[in-house]
Every structure is written in C-alpha cells, then in structure tokens.
C-alpha cells in the first residue's frame, strides 16, 4: 500500500491557467507539507499542516494556496500559472511536528508550464 | 538562517569503492540531522538521521557522524554497489512551531559496475 500518494505524477498546462495537485496519505500522521524541487534538484519547504492548521507558510507568492480538507489530505492549488513554476512538487508527512521525526516523501508532481 | 552545504556533484565511482559525501551545516541551537536518498524517479526516503551530538546514525552500511565541533554530518559507506546509484541529500530540522527540514543542494552519485 502507498504510504503518501499524489495525484497527477505528471501535469502539462499552460501559462495563465489554473491548477491542482492532491496529495494523501494513509499513515495515520498529523502533519502534512508541501516540497518544491527545481531543476537543479534544489528542494525548498512551502507549506506545512498539522491537524488540518497551517503552520509554515514561506514566502511562497500567493497564487499558492495549499487546501487541508482533513489530517490524512493536503491539495496544492495554483493560480494563474507562470513558467517559474515548472518544477517537481512533493508532498510529505510526519507523525508530529518534533525535529527528530521522520518525513515520509510523495513519489511527486512534474509541473511543467509552456 | 540556518543552512546545509553538500559536496558539489555529481560524483562518480567504481563498484565496491570507499564512499564519503561531506555535509556541514550552520544552525543555532543544536537541530537534528538527516540523510535523504532519492532514486530515479521517486521521492526522498530517510536514510539515517542523528539528533544529538556524537551520535551516529547508519543503515545499509552507510554511516554518519554528528559533530559538533565541525558542524558536520558526513556521509560515509566502505563498498558501494550499482545500486546506491541516487541523489543524497543532507537535511537540518529546524523548530519554528513546526518542523522545518533545510535541505542541502544535494549530490548526484553514480556506481559504475
């Protein structure tokens, strides 16, 4: 069984459009986030939920906006999108929010923009 | 902030070579310390963590040492094989109300049989 699943593994849209990535996992854990990986592989934190609450918000420019509709879902949504999006987005989840826990990582989201 | 930097890649390696990929870090306070691993093709998967001082971390022969003194974290292994052949990532975990992985660039290895 996946642990952390998300949907599409692959999205081509173009620029100006609008759109979603789901993300769930069946772990049973309390807190969620969202990873952005650019071409260079460089992987930066965008968002993190626990319990259905944001709790780490970066300075991720406001087209985003991560959606929580209960502990085991985290949707990525994306407003009015531009190139600088194209990247691999993964979603993760941990069982709490103490600095030693484990994050158990998607298998993550192409977002190519033309 | 606090920061991770990783060995410039990619690296390239024979089969049962002697493996290190160095990772310092600066943070205040005393974080924990991970390494990540992604394969071709998927996403990162916990390969060992540390979270205090002097504590080693290891898993699958690899190996990894919290120094203090050195602000580091480096990735070691004896033998590799073909199948370690993947991108490393050192991680710090940051306590901002939440936790907050700070990843390293991360470093391309490859296993040449």
């Known amino acids: 069984d996946t642990a952390v699943s998300q949907t599409p593994k692959y999205l081509v849209t173009q620029m100006g459009n609008d759109k979603s990535i789901k993300c769930e996992q069946n772990l049973g854990h309390d807190t969620m986030y969202w990873y952005k990986q650019d071409s260079k592989k460089f992987l930066k934190i965008m968002f993190s939920?626990?319990?259905?609450?944001?709790?780490i918000n970066e300075t991720v420019p406001n087209r985003f906006s991560p959606k929580s509709p209960d502990k085991a879902h985290l949707n990525l949504h994306i407003n009015s999108l531009e190139l600088g999006d194209s990247a691999v987005y993964f979603c993760?989840?941990?069982?709490?929010?103490?600095?030693?826990?484990?994050?158990?990582f998607g298998p993550g989201t192409r977002l190519t923009v033309t | 902030g606090n920061s991770v930097t990783q060995m410039e890649g990619p690296v390239t390696l024979s089969e049962e070579a002697f493996l290190t990929i160095n990772c310092t870090y600066t943070a205040t306070g005393y974080p924990s310390l991970f390494w990540y691993v992604q394969y071709p093709g998927e996403g990162l998967q916990l390969l060992l963590k540390a979270t205090k001082a002097d504590d080693k971390g290891s898993n699958k022969g690899f190996e990894a040492t919290y120094r203090k003194e050195t602000t580091s974290f480096h990735l070691e292994k004896g033998s590799v094989q073909v199948s370690d052949s993947a991108v490393y990532f050192c991680a710090l975990s940051e306590i901002q109300g939440a936790q907050k992985l700070v990843f390293g660039q991360g470093t391309r290895l490859t296993i040449n049989p």
């Open positions: 993760a989840s941990s069982v709490g929010t103490g600095s030693s826990y484990e994050q158990y």
């Open positions: 939920y626990n319990n259905k609450e944001l709790i």
